[in-house]
C-alpha cells in the first residue's frame, strides 16, 4: 500500500504565524491567554494547552487584568481592543495580515455607504471568528449570508457592497454575486453601479480546491484529517468526495477503519489550513502499519 501527504495540505502561513507567536510567548513558561481556539484542530490545541496556552471566551475576557492575551488568525472586532486598553491586558496580536486588510476595507466601504443608506454585506458563515472580526467594523449593522435564503435580508432598494470571508469558496461567492444581480436586475430600481462586490477570498486557501481536486483523483483512497469545528475543513472535504467517493474526513488515526482500504490501494492524506503536518503524518505512520 503506497501511502501520500499531500505537500499543499497544512496550515496556511496565518495560522502558522500565530501558533509561532504563541510559542515564542510561551517561552519562558509564562501563561498565555488565547481568545477562542487558536486553531480548528482539538489535537493541536491541546499541544499548545500543555505548553500553557489557556482558551478563554469573550465573557473570560471582560474578569482578565494585567495579563497576556493572543488574537488568533480570526481577527478581532474594534471591542475587544477597547476591553484590553481598559483592563490593562498585554494583546499579542497574531491577526493574519489577509484578514487586517480586509478589517479595513470593510470599515472605510461602512463609512462610506453610511452617506447613501447602502449596505455591507458579508458571504460567510454566521458566529464564525472572522466573521465577528469583520461585522465589528460595521457596529455590527452587516448582514451576513451564507444560503440563496438569506438574500431576503438584503434591501434591493438600496445600494449595496459585498465582501467574503477569507476562507469561503471562490465558487460559492461568485454565485451569491450573480443571485445578487439578479435580484437587482428584477427590481429595476437600481443601477449596476449601486452594487459593489469585492472578492476578498484568500488565495493561499482558494487554490487548495483545485489542488485537492487533482490530488483526489490520483488515490483510491483519501484520507483528510480535520477538526470537526473548522468550516474551511468541511468545504475542502466536500472537494475531495465529490471527486472521490472513497474519501474519509477523521480528526485523528483513531478514527480510521482498516475496511476502508485494500492492500493494493494508492493512499493520499491531506488536510484543512487548520490542520498541522505532525498530525498528518501521524496518520501516515497509523495506516503503514496497519
Avoid at 427590481?187 to 493561499?204: A, K, W
Wanted: with cysteine.
Amino acid at each position: 500500500m503506497k501511502v501520500t501527504i499531500d505537500k499543499n495540505s497544512g496550515y496556511c502561513f496565518g495560522v502558522e504565524f500565530a501558533i509561532k507567536m504563541a510559542e515564542d510567548e510561551m517561552q519562558n513558561g509564562d501563561t498565555l491567554y488565547c481568545l477562542g481556539d487558536i486553531v480548528h484542530n482539538s489535537m493541536e490545541v491541546k499541544r499548545l494547552n500543555q505548553k500553557g496556552l489557556r482558551i478563554i471566551d469573550r465573557n473570560d475576557l471582560m474578569n482578565l487584568r494585567d495579563c497576556k492575551v493572543l488574537i488568533r488568525a480570526h481577527g478581532e472586532p474594534p471591542e475587544t481592543y477597547q476591553i484590553a486598553l481598559k483592563n490593562n491586558i498585554e494583546l499579542v496580536d497574531a491577526s493574519c495580515p489577509v484578514v487586517l486588510k480586509l478589517q479595513n476595507r470593510v470599515k472605510h466601504a461602512y463609512d462610506k455607504a453610511s452617506d447613501v443608506k447602502g449596505q455591507i454585506v458579508i458571504y460567510g458563515q454566521p458566529g464564525h471568528a472572522e466573521v465577528i472580526g469583520l461585522a465589528g467594523q460595521t457596529k455590527d449593522e452587516a448582514i451576513v449570508i451564507t444560503t440563496e435564503e438569506d438574500l431576503n435580508k438584503i434591501d434591493f432598494n438600496k445600494p449595496i457592497t459585498l465582501f467574503s470571508q477569507t476562507t469561503k469558496s471562490t465558487q460559492g461567492f461568485y454565485k451569491i454575486k450573480s443571485l445578487i444581480e439578479e435580484r437587482i436586475k428584477n427590481t429595476g430600481t437600481l443601477e449596476q453601479l449601486d452594487f459593489e462586490y469585492n472578492d476578498s477570498i484568500c488565495r493561499q486557501v482558494s487554490n487548495r480546491e483545485p489542488q485537492l481536486r487533482k490530488f483526489s483523483k490520483e488515490h483510491d483512497v483519501v484520507i483528510f484529517v480535520s477538526g470537526k469545528k473548522s468550516s474551511n475543513g468541511k468545504a475542502l472535504y466536500g472537494v475531495c468526495k465529490a471527486e472521490n467517493p472513497r474519501s474519509y474526513f477523521i480528526e485523528n488515526e483513531t478514527e480510521i477503519d482498516p475496511s476502508w482500504f485494500k492492500p493494493t490501494d494508492s493512499v493520499g492524506i491531506c488536510g484543512a489550513t487548520s490542520t498541522p503536518m505532525w498530525l498528518m503524518e501521524q496518520v501516515s505512520d497509523f495506516i503503514q502499519k496497519l
